[in-house]
């Protein structure tokens, strides 16, 4: 039997306001527990929340990057469940009346295929704090430093094939709330993370067979993982005869399985309505269009002006504006230098690899946007060469200067005075009279290629400074 | 002292014939010597009333004295109060020491009011008799086997008795209203927004609002003056200035058109409180006030509705006492789910347990559009009817309950009939709207209240209107023997 596998994602993308979505506490993260608490995260009897307009205007600025219908007027619900780390028993959140509605993004298959991916909404909601099960010998202990942070969810239609296009789609998503601005992306953290809905049926069945909800998936390397095992899982079982239920399911990153966590028949009955405390959320044209003198460019956009004003390649300008910290790194280093090429380049390559082999964000780079324009300047302005500048690169990843410095410090200035390379010219050719001898009796045409030993052995002697064009010139004058 | 009004207070306090503190120690005697007979309060804070009576002293020697500088009051004990016990009446909140203020206690403290301490009320205000507080049942001054109404019992019976001039009551579906007509005092509900609702315990959010109960239409105006306003802590509170109530107290009333809902004074309305409401409508109509009738076709289905969205709105907002950050917490949980049952099985009791069981079913999958969404709809017809009645009329008037205080313990076994103590006040609360009850003639001894209902944010046209019958009557002048 041949098999299809159906996924849709539910993302959760922390908002990057400063305060919560119904208080005035900070949504820091990494505070000692408990200290960004005030008494409303607390829940404490009598508090009302209070709508932070900033996140209002986060989630319209999402509606409008995917094209979705943003609601003239949307309602905030309470979802009732009891759980320690909830504290008012009920988590905020939005239910009929979303503010964003249908939408769509475009995912790049491998093939190079373009494939539309429906956002079926996206809504407004409070993240709840956290229970911490350990070191409290048996007992749970609870930090609500996170009760309340906003949240905007991002339900997508179940219009994944697999988990490659599920990670096109989370990474997509992941680009455009970044670009925004409006969710710092960080998943280890918790600011991005997916819920997958995995189910399978036999090849051109119409219908949707039984879905999983798979939680708890804080990488991208997990998000395919987890989908991968679970289509197996399911696959297998139904050739066993077996039934999928519908149910949540954890992934464990450790054994690379997911697991059971609960069932449909013990789901809650959330009894949903609308939130009495809170008024509708009322977006008026005046709203809508402040939010759209306060956008972004997004990737798609900022893709394009690369090629066409800088006139990169379409390989190029899709790696620097992967991340909007790469396409901000690049343009600052770009704008520095005046030489986009040569900045696309390095941004490219030399910090890319490194970066690379250290397993860094490009936001963390020890060498910024600054620093490295330092250092490309020095390559315009003939101070150093191409190679040299390599090394200086090298020493100023661990941090031991900036490129002025280390060319000052190493003395790695280029030699341009050409009597002193003409001195190291001349002790080359006088200390190689067999070679100079073989030069002047070879082929004209091969002689190019000969040049290169007296160019390298002047290079040499120069550790590398020498204006490698200077030497040639000099070296053909007195050779031919 | 305590048979003068807060304006005849201030002005003694003002004139020096007696200092804030002097008034503090004599209505605190007066609750020591005779609340043991009403158990109208739950805590008494002297210490604390005291020393905000010496400050509001230094306050009027200083010629920084408001209308209520140094004027005793207390508080429901719904509203969080710094420091102090907040109980809500339950035994849930029985060791609650608030770690902030109600809005509305800030802003009466900042007037220089001086809070002798927290008044007795039904459970998570639910109830219209006052025998549902964890505290024990509040008696009736005027007659002490009686109940004093719910669920600010303790506030009214506190104001009749003369222990304290002004006290705040909240009113969900008549808490206001009903107690203040079966005590025998003025006791007003706003509409909703017009106070702040942050620091008051939520019952139902869409329907609860604070409100002062005071003897006299006059009092209410200055305390209402200071409690009304917006507050950015209440996204629900109204944006809109606070009228000058007392400035608006002395109007005429000629030609004031007064309806007379035809659904409420039907042939089924107790004769004596038809008399006495009579009374009332004929005394608006001795000074030139002009009646007409009008319809409310759809008040009848108030009581249900309102049975349907209180009880599920605080099936919700109930859920934080779960024995994890604060309240009472059961003894040795086994786990967490022994935890929630015990800790909430053992801090409500009966009455809050029914109504967050009815909230709970309410709101159930499959349930929601049969009960909560149709209840939302007869709100919204409910409201049509008092616009269109307000396009005939200027205020509305009714009973505001349909009897007089009942023996205590009568209707302990039947929820309904309890229920249908609000009958002629919950659809104020249902459309969102103002209304008063003030004393009208005594039937066998026992007060009645004759209620007023205006159109949104129109408190000013109610304290009018009441205040003109109270200069031209002494119905509100009655003292129950004894106090």
């Known amino acids: 039997m041949q098999w299809e596998t159906v996924i849709g994602l539910e993302i959760h993308t922390q908002l990057a306001t400063h305060s919560k979505i119904f208080s005035g506490s900070s949504t820091a993260f990494g505070a000692e527990p408990n200290t960004q608490a005030n008494l409303v995260d607390l829940g404490m009897p009598g508090v009302l929340p209070v709508l932070n307009r900033k996140a209002v205007e986060y989630a319209v600025r999402f509606g409008r990057a995917i094209d979705a219908h943003v609601a003239e007027r949307s309602v905030f619900a309470r979802k009732n469940y009891f759980y320690p780390d909830l504290p008012k028993g009920y988590q905020i959140s939005q239910f009929e009346l979303p503010i964003v509605g249908k939408g769509c993004v475009e995912i ?29 010998h048996g007992m749970t202990g609870i930090d609500l430093n996170r009760a309340g942070t906003p949240l905007l969810e991002i339900v997508s239609e179940p219009d994944m094939r697999s988990a490659r296009e599920a990670i096109a789609y989370a990474r997509k998503i992941h680009q455009i709330v970044t670009y925004l601005g409006i969710c710092d992306g960080n998943m280890q953290e918790g600011s991005f993370r997916c819920d997958a809905n995995v189910s399978v049926r036999p090849k051109g069945q119409a219908e949707f067979g039984t879905r999983a909800e798979l939680k708890n998936i804080n990488s991208f390397r997990f998000l395919e993982r987890a989908i991968n095992y679970e289509v197996e899982r399911q696959i297998e079982l139904i050739e066993d005869g077996g039934k999928v239920v ?82 901000d790194y690049f343009e600052a280093v770009s704008a520095a230098t005046g030489d986009a090429k040569l900045a696309a380049n390095w941004v490219m390559g030399e910090l890319a690899a490194a970066l690379n082999k250290e397993g860094l964000e490009i936001e963390r780079s020890p060498v910024d946007a600054a620093a490295l324009a330092g250092l490309l300047l020095r390559i315009r302005d003939n101070t150093i060469s191409g190679k040299i500048a390599k090394q200086v690169f090298e020493a100023m990843w661990s941090g031991q200067g900036s490129a002025d410095e280390l060319i000052e410090a190493k003395g790695l200035k280029q030699i341009t005075d050409s009597g002193a390379i003409e001195a190291l010219v001349d002790e080359v ?19 190019p290629k000969m040049i290169g030993f007296f160019v390298g052995q002047v290079m040499k002697k120069s550790q590398g400074k020498a204006n490698p064009q200077q030497v040639n010139e000099l070296l053909r004058g007195k050779l031919d | 002292m305590h048979e003068k009004t807060i304006a005849e207070l201030s002005a003694g306090l003002a004139a020096g014939d007696y200092s804030s503190v002097e008034l503090t120690s004599h209505f605190l005697e007066r ?103 964890h505290f024990g049942p509040v008696r009736n ?64 959010s869409s329907l609860d609002q604070a409100g002062p109960m005071t003897r006299t239409a006059e009092d209410a105006a200055l305390i209402l003056g200071a409690m009304a306003g917006f507050d950015p802590r209440d996204s629900t509170s109204a944006e809109r200035p606070v009228d000058d109530y007392a400035a608006a107290l002395d109007q005429p009333v000629s030609g004031l058109r007064v309806g007379v809902v035809r659904e409420f004074m039907h042939g089924d309305l107790d ?44 099936s919700s907002n109930l859920s934080r006492f779960d024995g994890v950050r604060f309240g009472h917490r059961c003894e040795d949980p086994k786990d967490l ?40 709809q007869i709100r919204q017809l409910i409201a049509e009817d008092f616009r269109r009645a307000f396009a005939d009329c200027d205020v509305i008037v009714a009973p505001t309950t349909p009897g007089t205080a009942f023996p205590l313990g009568e209707k302990g076994d039947d929820p309904v009939s309890m229920y249908l103590q609000d009958i002629f006040t919950i659809a104020v609360n249902l459309a969102g709207l103002p209304a008063i009850s003030i004393p009208a003639p005594a039937v066998n001894g026992l007060p009645v209240g004759f209620q007023i209902i205006g159109d949104q944010f129109q408190e000013g046209r109610l304290l009018n209107v009441a205040h003109r019958i109270q200069i031209e009557t002494d119905w509100h002048q009655q003292v129950p023997e004894g106090f």
């Open chain 2, 271 to 314: 004769a004596g409180i038809a008399a006495s409401v009579e009374a009332a409508i004929a005394e608006l109509q001795r000074q030139g006030a002009e009646v007409v009738e009008v319809s409310l076709p759809n008040a009848h289905l108030s009581v249900p509705a309102y049975y349907v969205v209180a009880p599920a709105e605080c």
């Open chain 1, 108 to 136: 790049v298959l491998e093939d190079g295929e373009v494939k539309t991916v429906g956002v079926t909404r996206a809504h407004l909601e409070e993240d709840a704090g956290k229970s911490l099960h350990e070191d409290f």
């Open chain 2, 141 to 204: 001054p005027w007659d002490v086997e009686r109940v004093p109404g719910g669920s600010s019992g303790g506030s009214a019976a506190a104001v009749a008795a003369r222990l304290v001039p002004a006290v705040t009551g909240t009113d969900t579906g008549g808490s206001i209203r009903q107690p203040a007509a079966l005590t025998g005092i003025t006791g007003l509900k706003p509409t909703y927004g017009r106070c702040s609702r942050y620091g008051m315990i939520a019952f139902a």
């Open chain 2, 31 to 133: 609750i020591e010597q005779l609340d043991a007979r009403l158990n109208s309060f739950i805590t008494l804070t002297p210490e604390l009333a005291l020393e905000q009576a010496r400050a509001a002293d230094q306050r009027i020697a200083a010629g920084d004295a408001g209308a209520l500088t140094g004027i005793p009051m207390a508080h429901k004990d719904i509203f969080c109060t710094l420091g102090v016990r907040t109980s809500c009446g339950s035994r849930m909140l029985e060791n609650f020491i608030s770690p902030y203020d109600a809005t509305v206690v800030s802003k009466l403290a900042e007037a220089g009011m001086v809070m002798l301490g927290k008044t007795n009320m039904d459970e998570f205000a639910m109830g219209s008799s006052n025998e549902t507080s």
């Open chain 1, 429 to 447: 050719l006088a200390a190689n009279p067999e070679q100079v001898e073989n030069y002047r009796n070879a082929d004209p045409a091969k002689r």
């Open chain 2, 337 to 376: 789910e022994d935890l929630y049952k015990r800790s909430r099985s053992e801090g409500f009791s009966s009455e809050v347990k029914r109504r967050i069981m009815i909230g709970t079913y309410a709101l159930s999958a499959g349930y929601y559009d049969a009960y909560y969404l149709k209840a939302q």
């Open chain 1, 246 to 327: 519908q149910e949540t399911r954890l992934y464990d990153a450790n054994r690379d399985e997911t697991r059971s966590m609960r069932s449909k028949e013990e789901a809650n009955d959330y009894r949903y309505f609308p939130d009495p405390d809170l008024l509708p959320v009322v977006i008026d044209q005046a709203f809508m269009d402040a939010v759209s003198a306060d956008m972004p460019e997004l990737p798609d956009a900022r893709r394009t002006r690369f090629q066409e004003a800088f006139g990169l390649s379409a390989y190029d300008a899709n790696g620097l504006t992967a991340t909007r910290a790469t396409a």
